[in-house]
């Protein structure tokens, strides 16, 4: 069993910065793929970006491309989401994720992980 606990959210404004951090224990997750989703009012669950095992590889939804950075300190047990230019739009309740080794997997969708946070909220004031 692994358990994630997600803090950094609060409010700030559009164009703020906002640094997300999954804490996880119960077993170590150098091996797992971690994520994060958000989910808005009204709307369904998203994927938001992702990294593979030892941060091999990184994938980004194209909304956030190029503002937001994910990475991962095994060495802690940790996974971190650097938000930034944030937008009135990224307000959303965001969910950490860790997923077991699968080769298959892309790690882009809810299905490939198998671990969740509570959330933590994120809202951008215009």
């Known amino acids: 069993q692994v358990q994630l606990v997600e803090s950094g959210g609060g409010l700030v404004q559009a164009g703020g910065s906002l640094r997300l951090s999954c804490a996880t224990s119960?077993?170590?997750?150098?091996?797992?793929?971690m994520g994060w989703f958000r989910q808005a009012p009204g709307k369904e669950r998203e994927f938001v970006a992702s990294v593979t095992a030892f941060g091999v590889n990184t994938y980004y939804t194209d909304s956030v491309k190029g503002r937001f950075t994910i990475s991962r300190d095994n060495a802690k047990n940790t996974m971190n989401l650097q938000m930034n230019s944030l937008k009135p739009e990224d307000t959303a309740v965001y969910y950490c994720a860790a997923g077991t080794p699968n080769y298959y997997k892309r790690y882009q969708r809810q299905s490939d992980f198998d671990y969740w946070g509570q959330g933590t909220q994120v809202t951008v004031s215009s």
């Open positions: 119960g077993r170590a997750i150098s091996t797992y793929a």
